[in-house]
Structures are given as C-alpha cells and as structure tokens.
C-alpha cells in the first residue's frame, strides 16, 4: 500500500521535492554528449547514487552529470521523446520531466520576476492532463514543446545583448507596440538605469536604503532622472510615471525580501 500512494504522488506530481534529485539525474543524462564532465570538485558536492541508480545509469550509455550544469540550450529534447517512446512506465517519465521544468523555471523567475506567464501557461497544461482531456503522450509532448520555449527564454537575454539583471529591467519598462529603434533605446534605458543604481559614484543603493526615506527618495528620484533622460519620446508622462513606479516597487521588494538585486 505505501509503494502504491508513494507512486500516485510520483504520478501527481506530489512527492517530496528531495525526490528532485532521482529526476535531475535522469534529465542530465538527456544532455549532448558535447557537455564536459563536471569536476572532480563538484562531483564530491553531488549526493551519492545508490547501486539501482549506479546500475540505470551504466546501462543507459550516457555519464551522468552534475545538475549545476544542465543547460537547456544543451539538453537533447528528440532524445528525450525518444525514450519516452520506449519507458515502459511513461506516468513516471512525465514526473520526471515536471519535476525538472518545475525546478528550472524556479530559477528562471528568480532571475527575472516578469516570467510569471511561463508559470500561468505550465499550470494549464497540468490543468488540462489533470482534467481527463490530455492523454499520456499529449502531456508529454506539450512539456518537451514547453521545455522548448524555456530554453529560448533563458537565452534571450543573450540573443538581445543584455545581462539577465538588465533583461529583467528591460522587461518591467516595455510597452506594446514599440519600434526597433524604441527598442534600442528602452535597452539602453535599462543598461543606464543598473549602471546608475549600482556603479556610479557615489552609490544610490547604500545598505539598508530601503529603511530611511531620504534613502528611498534618492533612490527614486534617480529612477526617475535617468528614465526621464533614456525612455523613448513615445512614453507620454502617464506612462512614463507608471514605469518609474514599477521600476521602483522592484527594487523595493527586492531590498525588502533580501534580494541582492535590490541591494548594492
């Protein structure tokens, strides 16, 4: 009886998060075979497999590697629908693969807070399996095509010419319909606004400034000035008053929650 709930909640996507690990070793083992073996360092950092899981693993043909490596630009997805089609049991298959999109897309919107729509879109899909109106091999499909869009997400930032934390900032200050040159700028806005923050001299974001108004009000009143100075024309004052207060409200939670981007 306890095998059958355990794997119920397996099949649900309930089991115990330390349960993580068996399916971050199946996903590694899913990564091109191009991928460095992670050092020998590392590799004492990684929790001991047990003989069953050193047993899958030899005779999978693939090394197993360090989770802190897996990359999705590198993660093989046919491969991955290829096992899916021989897994005997595929109910656990998808608990693997939720359970390694749930924990990616974790540390995705942590380094960016506006990615709360691939969180909305993930749960429809778990919505609509958990509903009856998703066969087994549907579900599987819809999250390898979601995996798909992580991994162009996670690599925005570079095919855009920003850092993560800059990505971020540049999300919170569009607006629909702007042009490739607005873009551009908006871009620059938001290079500007993090270099003024954090790298100017003397420094806005001084430990703690979330705690003394004047603080906050140097910190917002340089929010402003370079926005003011950097936003498209096409931002009329509204909007442009709207993104400073965002942009504000972000770096305040961030400072409130113990972020390091809301801290110098």
Not at 1 to 8: D, E, G, K, S, V
Not at 139 to 168: C, I
Not at 173 to 179: M, Q, S, Y
Not at 185 to 203: C, E, F, I, N, R
Request: with cysteine; proline share 1%.
């Amino acid at each position: 009886a306890a095998i059958i709930h355990y794997l119920r909640e397996v099949i649900d996507g309930k089991a115990d998060r330390g349960n993580l690990d068996s399916a971050k070793r199946r996903i590694s083992r899913l990564l091109d075979d191009s991928i460095v073996a992670q050092e020998e360092k590392d590799e004492k950092d990684e929790k001991p497999l047990t003989e069953a899981e050193n047993a899958a693993a030899e005779g999978s043909g693939f090394a197993i590697k360090s989770w802190k490596q897996i990359d999705l630009s590198k993660l093989n997805i046919e491969k991955l629908r290829e096992e899916f089609k021989q897994a005997s049991y595929k109910n656990i298959e998808i608990a693997d693969l939720r359970a390694f999109i749930a924990d990616k897309l974790q540390q995705m919107m942590e380094r960016n807070v506006t990615r709360t729509g691939f969180a909305q879109k993930l749960q429809e899909i778990i919505d609509r399996y958990n509903s009856g109106n998703s066969t087994n091999e549907a579900y599987f499909e819809d999250l390898t095509n979601y995996v798909e869009k992580l991994r162009e997400e996670e690599m925005r930032a570079a095919k855009e010419g920003l850092t993560e934390s800059e990505l971020e900032i540049f999300d919170l200050l569009k607006k629909e319909n702007l042009t490739k040159a607005e873009e551009q700028k908006v871009k620059l806005a938001a290079k500007s606004l993090l270099q003024k923050l954090k790298d100017d001299k003397p420094t806005v974001l001084i430990t703690d400034w979330f705690k003394d108004t004047q603080t906050r009000a140097q910190v917002q009143f340089a929010i402003k000035k370079v926005l003011n100075e950097t936003l498209p024309e096409s931002y009329d004052r509204a909007i442009y008053s709207n993104k400073c207060d965002i942009v504000f409200d972000h770096f305040l939670n961030m400072a409130q929650n113990g972020n390091f981007r809301g801290q110098a």
